[in-house]
């Protein structure tokens, strides 16, 4: 009743070769027409949109230009609740959350003390819309474009990846 | 001839692939989790334990790949990660396993055009998971470098499933040449 108790036929193994070539193929060139569409419809972001838990105990969010370089430096100023500073360098010996490195138009986390390290694993953001996730501090740095009502639709209520 | 088949299959042997193959995936699970394999992109991963839902395909069936399919998701999300994990996985680990019973039945694609459908098809599956979970739809962008990455990880293991496949199936009671 099911073909797929049958051995495949030695036979045509080699047809089956190029068919999986094909595909491989097909799924090559699909990502390369996906990544086009997307790279076409992508624009370079002007500024970078945090989002922490603040000091109140809810979310807030600060937003910095990713036009001039700088290190967003992140501290943990009570169990769960977070401050931002801006500063133009960062000294590496001191301890910090989270350190969002921005130059050249690009935000990307350098820092974190987190046990996974996801954020710093993750690369440099600098297109609107992309983000960078820093999921056990609750921290969320995004893309945004000249106008804020881009990511006005992005309301996460629950980030688990 | 097929009848004559069915009559010779032997369940037990079948039992006893679930359960060596099971322990198995559970096994290449947790050496993967050992692995550093990171593109900083999250979600990426070799899927070493899609190699024995693969042979299983081939050795016994697509009843007996679900069910270790199924039961390793959920038995790596205990052992190695949380709820919501086992709710991604699974996720991935169903759409993958349809379309990969679907090429297999098909018969026109060795094991490694099997598993590359496997990888791409879960790696989409998680995707639209997160699109659900997140409530946004701009984590789209990571879709190519996920097709890529599910194409070429679900090839190479294809290969080595393959390998293998031709190797045991001589053992396997299932078929009766």
């Not at chain 2, 060596?20 to 070799?46: D, M, Q, R, V």
């Amino acid at each position: 009743m099911f073909d797929s108790d049958i051995i495949p036929d030695r036979v045509n193994n080699r047809r089956r070769y190029v068919n999986d070539l094909i595909l491989l193929a097909a799924c090559l060139l699909t990502a390369l027409v996906a990544a086009l569409i997307i790279h076409l419809n992508t624009s370079q972001g002007t500024y970078i949109e945090v989002s922490y838990p603040g000091s109140r105990g809810e979310q807030e969010s600060v937003t910095y230009p990713l036009s001039t370089d700088g290190y967003l430096i992140i501290n943990e100023i009570s169990p769960g609740a977070y401050s931002i500073t801006y500063s133009p360098d960062y000294d590496e010996s001191v301890p910090a959350s989270n350190v969002l490195r921005i130059t050249g138009g690009k935000a990307d986390m350098t820092e974190a003390d987190c046990p996974d390290l996801i954020c710093v694993h993750t690369r440099p953001v600098y297109s609107v819309g992309r983000s960078i996730i820093c999921l056990p501090h609750g921290i969320t740095a995004t893309v945004i474009g000249d106008n804020a009502s881009d990511t006005a639709d992005d309301e996460y209520d629950a980030v688990t990846w | 001839m097929r009848d004559l088949d069915k009559i010779k299959r032997k369940p037990a042997s079948d039992v006893a692939y679930m359960g060596l193959f099971l322990a198995l995936s559970l096994i290449l699970s947790y050496i993967e989790s050992l692995i550093p394999f990171n593109f900083g992109i999250p979600g990426i991963k070799l899927g070493l334990a899609n190699l024995c839902v693969v042979i299983l395909l081939y050795v016994c069936g697509w009843r007996e790949a679900l069910c270790v399919d199924v039961l390793r998701v959920i038995l790596s999300g205990f052992i190695f990660g949380n709820m919501s994990m086992i709710l991604y996985s699974l996720a991935g680990a169903v759409l993958s396993f349809i379309c990969m019973a679907i090429v297999h039945r098909i018969r026109r694609f060795s094991p490694m055009g099997v598993s590359l459908t496997g990888g791409v098809t879960h790696n989409i599956g998680q995707l639209i998971v997160a699109v659900f979970a997140l409530g946004t739809t701009r984590i789209i962008y990571y879709i190519p470098v996920l097709i890529i990455s599910g194409a070429l990880t679900g090839a190479l293991l294809g290969f080595i499933a393959g390998m293998v496949i031709n190797r045991i199936e001589r053992y396997t009671c299932t078929h009766i040449s």
